[in-house]
């Protein structure tokens, strides 16, 4: 069965850091991972997804990367923001195409 | 174009009674899922349908918990006799196609409270 693990739980930075968040999964045997954006109160909003063949992805700001044989994937967030204050999950894609989350991490980014 | 919607947004009901959450997937997207969300915790998987078939309800956690997708779009989850455990949020999500290349896109949830 996979798990996934968030660390850390929770982050409180000052505006424009660079900060990085880890996520563990148990089996390697992923089709791809996803990392979330979840808003208080709202759903989900996909940020990234990197298939099983590559090591990494970009967008903006974000930078994830994945290293399937270590179970490990990291989300890199550059000159944080306010507004970048959120929940942010990560979920692997295993068989039937059913997502299994961490169980998060909670970012505050103080003005 | 619109995004996953789901109706109620919210549900309060009694201990016992029958609830249907509905969801509205993105247009076009073959596949759709349900999961189930508590307070402080990641979404945990329900059930994933391509097209009208269940093709993996393994996440219903007992046989009160049905869902239905007749016509390959909108689906119903359906819980029956709720119990205090179930209060939630229930998110839905839909994506192009299944096996591992899509991204799913969420809605914004049904938030259930079972007095």
């Known amino acids: 069965k996979q798990e996934v693990t968030q660390i850390p739980a929770a982050l409180s930075v000052p505006e424009g850091e660079n900060l990085v968040l880890n996520c563990s999964f148990t089996?390697?045997?992923?089709?791809?991972l996803q990392w979330f954006r979840q808003d208080p109160g709202k759903g989900l909003t996909s940020l990234l997804l990197i298939q099983s063949s590559q090591r990494e992805q970009t967008s903006g700001r974000l930078n994830a990367s994945l290293d399937k044989s270590s179970g490990r994937s990291t989300l890199y967030i550059a000159a944080s923001q306010p507004g970048d204050s959120a929940t942010y999950l990560c979920a692997a894609e295993t068989s039937g195409s059913r997502l299994t989350f961490g169980e998060g991490t909670q970012l505050t980014v103080n003005p | 174009g619109a995004g996953v919607s789901q109706t109620p947004s919210n549900k309060v009901t009694e201990k016992g009674k029958y609830v249907e959450l509905r969801c509205d997937p993105i247009s076009g997207h073959t596949a759709l899922y349900w999961y189930r969300q508590s307070l402080g915790q990641g979404p945990e998987f329900l059930i994933y349908f391509q097209g009208t078939g269940a093709a993996d309800d393994s996440g219903l956690p007992n046989d009160r918990f049905f869902a239905v997708r007749p016509e390959g779009s909108v689906s119903t989850l359906k819980i029956q006799r709720t119990e205090r455990g179930d209060s939630a949020v229930y998110l839905c999500a839909s994506s192009l196609f299944s096996g591992g290349t899509d991204t799913q896109y969420f809605g914004p949830g049904t938030r259930l409270t079972v007095l």
């Open positions: 089996d390697s045997a992923i089709y791809n």
